[in-house]
């Protein structure tokens, strides 16, 4: 039986997770879908959102007809990462809304989304990486960043607050977060190259990456974000870390690593309402 700080919800068979600390603000609909009661086939059985894959269109588009249904939004009203493992992040309007989901023309390059706009609803895409979900419930600011450890060596999260922070005049102490699914410290293995560039961006290694011998070492990159989001002055007790291991749980989850790459994606959504 999965553990989990986020809160687990089914509805007609569809599984997906929220925020206990951002369902009780009452201001946004959100959440992190699983791979459950879709309509894709093999390997991208079920629920796979992702629209860079080489699934069927038709069935990507059902699967989000799901998604939309369950937070009862409008396909259009949805805005886009095209995500590149880096650090750039958009300011969302209605102009960077899909008109169909799967003719999205936005530019690649986006990792992380923030708007202060109502009815537009953020979207971003897992298969491991962290989902890092932001909410100001006094300025009422939401965002979203896709940090995986290129994205949270380059500190994404830091990015995201210093926007809020510059652009909406939000309060660091304010800000709530949530670090959603993603590939966790007890099977994220990883090699010398990540060690150097985390050595080169982190102190006290110790605490986030595990030697495991042969220039291997187990990384943490939920303690890695956490680290962040507290440097920046994101208060701990608004912090929530959903610990959920994608790679562990691939019954419930896509994961990159556990199925050498052939996957679909899981979804990031968050609307203010």
């Known amino acids: 039986m999965i553990k989990s700080n986020f809160t687990k919800r089914e509805k007609d068979g ?13 201001l946004v609909k959100h959440l992190f879908s699983t791979r459950i009661k879709g309509f894709s086939k093999p390997p991208f059985d079920s629920l796979n959102l992702g629209i860079n894959r ?12 799901i998604i939309c249904k369950l937070l009862d939004i409008s396909i259009d009203s949805i805005a886009f990462s095209n995500q590149v493992h880096g650090t750039d992040i958009r300011i969302v309007d209605k102009s960077h809304t899909a008109k169909d989901i799967l003719l999205n023309n936005n530019e690649e390059g986006i990792d992380g989304l923030i708007t202060n706009k109502r009815e537009i609803a953020l ?3 897992y298969a491991d990486c962290v989902p890092l979900y932001f909410l100001d419930p006094s300025k009422k600011v939401i965002g979203l960043a896709h940090a995986g450890w290129r994205g949270t060596a380059g500190k994404i999260a830091e990015k995201i607050i210093d926007k809020m922070v510059d652009l909406y005049n939000c309060l660091p102490k304010d800000i709530l977060v949530g670090i959603g699914p993603s590939i966790g ?18 102190t006290k290694l ?10 291997k070492w187990y990384l943490n990159l939920w303690q890695a974000n956490m680290v962040i989001l507290k440097g920046r002055g994101i208060l701990q007790k ?15 989850f896509y ?8 996957t679909g994606r899981m979804a990031a959504v968050i609307q203010l309402l």
């Open 123 to 125: 979207c971003t895409f």
């Open 14 to 26: 569809v599984i997906y997770y929220t925020i206990p600390s951002f369902d009780r603000t009452k």
């Open 54 to 65: 080489e699934d069927s269109i038709d069935d990507v588009r059902k699967n989000y007809e």
């Open 255 to 262: 994961s990159y690593r556990k199925e050498d790459g052939k």
């Open 238 to 252: 608004n912090i929530i870390i959903s610990k959920l291991c994608t790679n562990c749980n691939n019954d419930k």
């Open 206 to 215: 110790e605490k986030l990456l595990i030697s495991k011998g042969d220039n």
């Open 185 to 202: 410290p007890c099977c994220y293995e990883v090699g010398e190259n990540v060690f150097k560039t985390f050595n080169e961006n982190f």
